[in-house]
């Protein structure tokens, strides 16, 4: 099943050009899908959402031609968020969107305690 992390990326990046993270939040897988299905929270960059496949997976494409898959896992304690950014170009890149996801879902996690 999709859910579980691949050995290599889904395409034909580089290694060097992905970006994996993993986060649980608190909360029930569809809480989490239901707050990272918002256009409105990946800012300027956001091109479109590619796939939507309800509380399991989102695939969203940027203007800088990147690509994020995030997947949604039912674990104890509540929803794994797995993401795998493709295609960055630029180390600089990849440490700045690291940053963007990690206070996103840090940001989503601390929304779903309230």
């Not at 929270?41 to 496949?53: C, H, P, Q």
């Not at 949604?72 to 990849?94: M, R, S």
Request: charged share 30%; glycine share 2%.
């Amino acid at each position: 099943m999709y859910l579980k992390w691949r050995e290599e990326p889904k395409s034909n990046a580089s290694s060097d050009s992905v970006l994996r993270i993993s986060k649980t939040i608190e909360a029930t897988t569809f809480r989490v899908f239901s707050l990272l299905n918002s256009e409105k929270l990946y800012g300027t960059e956001f091109k479109r959402f590619l796939k939507i496949v309800d509380s399991e997976r989102l695939v969203i494409s940027f203007e800088d031609d990147t690509r994020a898959t995030v997947v949604f896992k039912t674990v104890d304690g509540g929803c794994e968020v797995l993401i795998e950014h493709e295609f960055i170009a630029e180390k600089t890149t990849a440490k700045s969107r690291a940053v963007f996801w990690n206070e996103l879902l840090s940001q989503i996690s601390s929304q779903v305690v309230r």
